[in-house]
C-alpha cells in the first residue's frame, strides 16, 4: 500500500440491539457490533488494520482483535473528551485512510451503561480527575453538588437560556420532535413511544430551570461499529460508499468538555463554532449543502447550540428555528431522524454517525429525500458524508 | 420556594450536626488553594512573573511560560454568573437541592460554588456576593457565597 493520498469512505455500519439490559459483557457487544458492521462492508474481520474507540471505552482493543481474529493490526488509538468527541472517530480514521496508512479502520463503541453503571447518576468516584477524559475540572463541581453529567451541562446552559430568553418550553420542543422520529424507527428504545409538548412539561425537574427528565438522553446498553476504508476500494463493495468529504475537531482555548466555565462567553459554545469555520473551511462548503443534520444531543440545549454554530440560524435564533418546524422530517433541516440520543439510544453519539450513513445510502427508516449532504457534529468534532 | 441547606451551625443547645458533603478532591497543583479554604482565607494563583490569574490552578502560565506562581488572598466578592438548582437526582451530601452557581469574581476569573441565604427565585445574574466557608467531611472546608452585605 503506497503512502499517497487516498479519499476516505464509510463501508460499513453495525449495531446490537438497544437495551437497558443487554444481559452479556461490553466486549461481546463490541465483538457482535464490529462483526455486524464487517459484514455490512462486506470486509472479513481479519482484515482489520487499524482500531479507534473512545478512552473511556472500557473493551481492551486486543481483547477484541482476538475476538475478531485481526490478523495484523498496523494502528490503534483512543479518543478522548466522552461523547463530545464521538465524530473525532471518524476524523482520526480518514486521516488514517489519507495518508495511506490504514486500509480497514474499524471504530466500536459499545457499553452496558444502564445495567452495569449509570452515567446519569452522581460521579463522584466514577470519572474523577483523570486524564484523557477531557473533564479534568469536574474536581471543581463535586463538593459543590454539580455531580451529574446534566448538572454540568445546566451551569453553562442556564446562561446560553439568560441571554437569548429561551425557556424550558422551548427545549421540550427538540424533545417532541426526536421522540416523533423515534416513534417510527423499529430499533429505537422509544419506538412507538411519542411524546407531547405537555408531556415534556410534566416530566420532573431534573435541573432546574434548566433540564426536566424528558431533556435528558437515555442511558443504553448497546455497541455500534463503523468501518472506514478508501473511496475508491468502498465502490468496489458490498454497499453505496459514503464518501467522508471533510471532518475535523475544534478545542479552542480554555474550553473543555462538560465542566466548561472557563472560556470567555459561557453562552456560546466556541469548539463547535471552531469545528464548523474548520469543517466548511476544508470542504468549500455551506450550511444550505446540508440536507439534514445529525447533532449530539445528550441534552436538548446541545441541539439548540449546535444549530447555531454551524449556521443554520442566527445567534440566538434555534428556539424559533425548532418551533418553526425546520428541524422535523419533511423541514428544512431534518435533525436526528433517528430520534437521537434522547429517542433511539446513548451509544454516547456512535448511533447518531450511523444514521447518517444510512441516509446517505437512502436505506433509513426515516429516509429524508434526496440526501446529498449530511451534517454530523458531537461538539467538538464535526464530519460531512456525502454520496460517494 | 425552596430553602436552601442551611450551612451556618445548629444552635449550641444541639449537637452540632456533622458535615456531610464531599471533601474536596486535592491535587498537588491545587494543594494551596484547599490549605488556605481549611483556614478560612479565600486564595488565587497568580503568575509571579508576569502577574496573569489563572484558574483551575496550574503549573505553567499561559502568558509567558513561567512555572514561578504566587498565592494572593482573594477579595471575596465577585458577581453570580448562572445558577441552577439539582432536584434529581440529590447530590450526595445535600439533604435539600443547594443552589449552585458560576461565581464571576472580582478578580476577573469564574468559580463553581454555591450560594446560599438567598431564595432560587431571587437570584439574578449580576447580584453581588461574598465569599464565606461550609464545612465538608474530613474536617475540611470549602469556599460558598452569599449576596454581599450593603
Known amino acids: ?388 | 420556594m425552596t430553602v436552601p441547606n442551611d450551612p451556618t451551625p445548629a444552635p449550641a443547645s444541639a449537637a452540632p450536626p456533622k458535615p456531610t458533603r464531599l471533601a474536596p478532591i486535592v491535587t498537588l497543583d491545587a494543594k494551596f488553594f484547599w490549605e488556605a479554604a481549611d483556614k478560612g482565607e479565600f486564595v488565587g494563583e497568580r503568575c509571579a512573573d508576569c502577574g496573569e490569574f489563572r484558574f483551575p490552578p496550574r503549573p505553567m502560565c499561559p502568558r509567558c511560560h513561567s512555572v514561578r506562581r504566587e498565592v494572593v488572598k482573594l477579595s471575596g466578592h465577585g458577581k453570580v454568573y448562572s445558577w441552577i438548582l439539582p432536584r434529581h437526582p440529590m447530590p450526595f451530601g445535600f439533604k435539600e437541592s443547594p443552589i449552585v452557581a458560576v461565581i464571576e469574581l472580582e478578580e476577573g476569573y469564574r468559580l463553581v460554588s454555591n450560594l446560599y441565604e438567598v431564595p432560587f427565585e431571587q437570584v439574578r445574574a449580576g447580584m453581588p456576593v461574598e465569599v464565606f466557608f461550609a464545612p465538608t467531611m474530613g474536617n475540611h472546608q470549602v469556599p460558598v457565597f452569599r449576596p454581599r452585605a450593603k
Request: proline share 4%; net charge negative; charged share 20%.
Open chain 1, 1 to 388: 500500500m503506497a503512502r499517497t493520498f487516498r479519499e476516505a469512505a464509510i463501508a460499513g455500519v453495525g449495531a446490537t440491539e438497544f437495551s437497558k439490559e443487554s444481559g452479556r459483557s461490553e466486549l461481546q457487544l463490541a465483538a457482535e457490533c464490529s462483526k455486524a458492521a464487517l459484514d455490512d462492508a462486506g470486509i472479513h474481520p481479519s482484515e482489520v488494520d487499524g482500531m479507534i474507540t473512545f478512552t473511556i471505552d472500557n473493551s481492551d482493543e486486543i481483547g477484541l482483535c482476538r475476538c475478531l481474529g485481526v490478523k495484523d493490526l498496523a494502528y490503534t488509538g483512543r479518543i478522548p473528551g466522552g461523547g463530545a468527541a464521538a465524530v473525532a472517530t471518524i476524523y482520526h480514521a480518514m486521516a488514517l485512510v489519507n495518508a495511506g496508512v490504514c486500509n480497514t479502520v474499524l471504530i466500536w463503541r459499545a457499553m452496558n451503561e444502564r445495567s452495569q453503571y449509570r452515567f446519569g447518576q452522581p460521579h463522584t468516584q466514577a470519572i474523577g480527575p483523570q486524564a484523557g477524559n477531557g473533564t479534568g475540572s469536574l474536581l471543581w463541581c463535586m463538593p459543590f453538588g454539580a455531580q451529574t453529567p446534566a448538572t454540568w451541562e445546566s451551569l453553562a446552559a442556564q446562561r446560553y437560556m439568560q441571554q437569548y430568553g429561551v425557556t424550558n418550553l422551548d427545549l421540550g420542543r427538540v424533545s417532541v420532535v426526536q421522540r416523533k422520529h423515534a416513534a417510527t424507527n423499529p430499533a429505537a428504545w422509544f419506538y412507538g413511544k411519542p411524546i407531547t409538548l405537555e408531556d415534556h412539561q410534566n416530566s420532573k425537574w431534573i435541573v432546574e430551570p434548566v433540564l426536566r427528565l424528558l431533556d435528558c438522553c437515555q442511558e443504553s446498553d448497546g455497541g455500534v461499529a463503523i468501518v472506514v476504508t478508501s473511496l475508491d476500494r468502498a465502490r468496489d463493495l458490498k454497499q453505496k460508499p459514503v464518501h467522508i468529504v471533510g471532518a475535523c475537531q475544534s478545542i479552542p482555548y480554555n474550553v473543555e468538555v462538560i465542566s466548561n466555565y472557563y472560556h470567555a462567553d459561557l453562552a456560546l459554545m466556541p469548539e463547535a463554532e471552531g469545528t464548523a469555520r474548520r469543517l466548511y473551511a476544508q470542504t468549500g462548503m455551506k450550511p444550505s449543502d446540508m440536507q439534514m443534520a445529525m447533532i449530539y444531543d445528550a441534552f436538548t440545549p446541545q441541539v439548540l447550540k449546535q444549530l447555531e454554530a454551524f449556521g443554520f440560524c442566527g445567534r440566538g435564533e434555534a428556539k424559533d428555528f425548532v418551533k418553526d418546524g425546520h428541524i422535523e422530517l419533511g423541514g428544512s433541516l431534518p435533525v436526528n431522524t433517528n430520534g437521537g440520543l434522547i429517542g433511539e439510544a446513548y451509544i454516547h453519539g456512535v448511533n447518531n454517525i450511523a444514521e447518517a450513513v444510512r441516509q446517505v445510502r437512502g436505506t433509513a427508516v426515516n429516509q429524508v429525500p434526496n440526501v446529498q449532504h449530511v451534517l454530523v457534529s458531537s461538539g467538538m468534532a464535526g464530519a460531512i458524508l456525502a454520496q460517494g
